[in-house]
């Protein structure tokens, strides 16, 4: 493993001698796995002790929530409503999948990467990915190759920037090198699978990180390939729990949020993977191009986003536990399906949260009643302990009493 780099080496990590040996430091990121793993511990733990009924419900949500960020990074803004239906029936809990192609298959690539982690990836695989991301064969209005790698004999380059100002973050390798360099990322990725009873070869966190570097470095389709990286980090991780021995519902249940975690420091993570792609370093001898620094940015996000889920598990808990009290009240429908409102808006720690809280109009809005009535029953709810009440007169807001929970009573929002 790299004690020392060289200085910065022209041309992009792709276009060095060394390429594609990969190398890293592992003296200086082994406190970084360990406090990796213990994230990961902690989280298993809590998702071992909350149940299998509550452990399928917070598999959909985390499903969810990975896939509206893994579109989000792209700019893609998917409907809730649409994800939710394509995962409730990929789970096996609604009959029949959303209307939306893009969506349905985006989660189907999302499902494929971890249910089936352990059925090894090959170039048709990953055609086929890259197919269900654009049903139609265009990326917005734009046609584009689909279900087969890249042929174009325009440069790959990632940009930004409005046209005739593009600035140019990266440029992958030329088409007619795509499908060796493919060949060897996938040999790579099988090999270095880590299996259950064996000394893996490569940590897995680490595995991971690598992977997505490599697959983005390859840049080998003509869209999708971010999404499509980040179902390889999927797939990877999946695979390295599996090899821990652990139940194959916990592997497939996709909860470190590595997408959301990427999403929440976007600009981060293009950084530093740009930094290695564009200005890779090379072991003093020249033998392999030295990643450390893009493998820590990784390892650190992986724990970021295992403390995360933590916080979303026990949001789950806390959910439960409220139920339960309001199962144990007299409510009526009306009531019921406000606190159901309030409990989907979640925790604004989380990044929830009802904007401006619930009030009497929004209570009769939502739920047809009257404001007199929609008053009482709010008075009931909050006189039950269900709700807390702030303001005083037409200022008034209401909110659940979740303990810990935060909720915004301030901003108005539409029901």
Known sequence: MPTQASPTQPGAIWQQAAWPTLAFDAASLAPDLDLARLAQGKLLGLLDAIGLGQAQALR??????????????EGQQLNLASVRSSVAHRLGLADAPGHDRDVEGLVLVMQDAVDNCQTPLNLDRLCRWQAALFPGG???ITRIVVGRLRDHADAMQIVSGPMGRELVHYAAPHSSQVADEIDKFLTWFEASRPRVGAVPSLHGIVRAAVAHLWFE??????????????????????????????????AQMRVFGMARQMLKTRSAYYDALNLVQRKPLLLSDGSAIDVTSWVQWFVHAFTQGCVSSQAVVR???????????????????????ILGRLLEAGN?????GFLGGMTTDKYAKITGASKATASRDLTDLAAKGLLRVEGVGKATRYAVTVPGWLQPV???AQP
């Open 348 to 352: 604004t720690e989380l990044g929830g």
């Open 315 to 337: 949001q789950a808990v806390d959910k439960s536990a409220f139920r339960v009290k309001a199962a144990a009240c007299d409510l009526n429908a009306r009531q019921h399906k």
């Open 410 to 412: 301030v901003s108005e």
């Open 60 to 73: 959909q949500e985390l499903w969810v929530q990975e896939a509206l960020a893994t579109a989000a990074i």
């Open 138 to 140: 265009t990326s917005g």
């Open 217 to 250: 470095s390859i840049h080998p389709f003509e869209d999708g390939n971010g999404r499509l990286g980040r179902a390889v980090v999927d797939m990877a991780l999946a695979q390295d729990m599996l090899a821990q021995d652990l139940s194959a519902t916990l």
